[in-house]
């Protein structure tokens, strides 16, 4: 069973930083992708990035670009969002998610469309002064 856990939301200062971990547990995730998705009050969940745990390519919402990295641990169980240089606008409650490649997508393929198949149960972040 696919369980996947976040870490590391709370409060933060504008222009400050923050790390989520995302640990997975259940499956391997060579052949996924993970991504992360948040959803603030009253708007649609939106896909900020993901990253292909078989060849490490990442993608990121504009809005994130320079701002925030997400990475991978070596033994391929955690996934991290790095989030550097905060806005007010990135409060949100944010979720790990992954999907499995298929033969045809690769798992991060509908990242920006949140189409994700497993979900943890997000972590809240939030960005005040």
């Known amino acids: 069973q696919v369980q996947l856990v976040e870490s590391g939301g709370g409060l933060v200062q504008p222009g400050g930083s923050v790390r989520l971990s995302c640990a997975a547990s259940?499956?391997?995730?060579?052949?996924?992708?993970i991504g992360w998705v948040r959803q603030a009050p009253g708007k649609e969940r939106e896909g900020v990035s993901c990253i292909n745990m078989r060849d490490g390519r990442t993608y990121y919402v504009d809005s994130v670009k320079g701002r925030f990295t997400i990475s991978r641990d070596n033994a391929k169980t955690t996934v991290y969002l790095q989030m550097d240089s905060l806005k007010p606008e990135d409060t949100a409650v944010y979720y790990c998610?992954?999907?499995?490649?298929?033969?045809?997508?690769?798992?991060?393929?509908?990242?920006?469309?949140?189409?994700?198949?497993?979900w943890g149960q997000g972590t809240q972040v939030t960005v005040s002064s």
């Open positions: 259940g499956f391997t995730l060579d052949y996924y992708g």
């Open positions: 998610a992954a999907q499995p490649q298929s033969q045809l997508y690769s798992g991060c393929y509908y990242w920006r469309q949140a189409k994700f198949g497993s």
